[in-house]
């Protein structure tokens, strides 16, 4: 058990709002990655973070942005959610070059 | 463009068979990962292999990286209901810092 929470675990929400998504971790992991898995498309990238206030994007990061202002805590927004948006997003951390996942977000965009 | 091809996408057997799955690429990667997922939860990550030729036994699931480090396989012996899931593959390559990629996945289904 890597010590990773993501809240809430199911979201529904109208197309142009906002939306945050949160990744805590208790076990003080530099690296920490947001993905979105989709089927047909696996696991995909959207941004990531080397250290506090250190983010980077991934290959899906269009319409996301996140921040770190907190080790333990890593945030996913969607500025104005669309519906392509819909999807189940997991968080990870990484520890010696492997990853451990969150039990995920499903969110519903409509 | 997926960087690693997983097949089949989907395997359906019945209990007590065996099974292959395949992580192909033409990219070298410095590690690779196996993950297995179930329906509602993240993926679990079930071994690393690190090395050309590798070889990893866990139970009754062998995972083997290829001489060249572009390709994996995972083979299960004597399937039981309870590997039904989602196997996920993905590589990491050190000059993309901690990144990985991930191949699409093989859903397996072993039907008792």
């Known amino acids: 058990d890597a010590g990773i929470t993501q809240s809430p675990r199911h979201k529904v929400t109208e197309t142009g709002t906002p939306v945050t998504l949160r990744c805590h971790q208790t076990?003080?992991?530099?690296?920490m990655y947001w993905y979105r898995q989709d089927p047909g498309h696996g696991l995909r990238l959207i941004h990531y973070?080397?250290?506090?206030?250190?983010?980077d994007k991934g290959e899906v990061s269009d319409g996301y942005s996140v921040s770190r202002s907190k080790t333990e805590d890593f945030l996913l927004t969607l500025e104005s959610a669309t519906s392509s948006q819909t999807s189940v997003y997991f968080c990870?951390?990484?520890?010696?070059?492997?990853?451990?996942f969150g039990p995920g977000t499903r969110l519903t965009v409509t | 463009t997926q960087l690693l091809e997983q097949s089949p996408q989907f395997l359906s057997i019945q209990e007590g068979e065996n099974l292959t799955v395949y992580c192909n690429s033409s990219?070298?990667?410095?590690?690779l990962q196996w993950y297995r997922q179930e329906p509602g939860e993240g993926p679990v990550l079930l071994v690393t292999?690190?090395?050309?030729?590798e070889v990893k036994k866990l139970k009754r699931l062998t995972f083997q990286f290829g001489d060249a480090r572009k390709d994996s396989s995972l083979h299960i012996t004597a399937a039981q209901p309870g590997d039904t899931g989602l196997y996920l593959c993905?590589?990491?390559?050190?000059?993309?810092?901690?990144?990985?990629?991930f191949g699409g996945g093989t859903r397996v289904l072993v039907k008792p």
């Open positions: 973070s080397y250290g506090v206030k250190d983010t």
């Open positions: 993905a590589g990491a390559i050190k000059a993309a810092g901690n990144k990985l990629t």
């Open positions: 990870a951390i990484s520890a010696n070059y492997e990853q451990y």
């Open positions: 076990e003080n992991h530099r690296y």
């Open positions: 990219s070298v990667f410095s590690s």
């Open positions: 292999v690190v090395t050309g030729g």
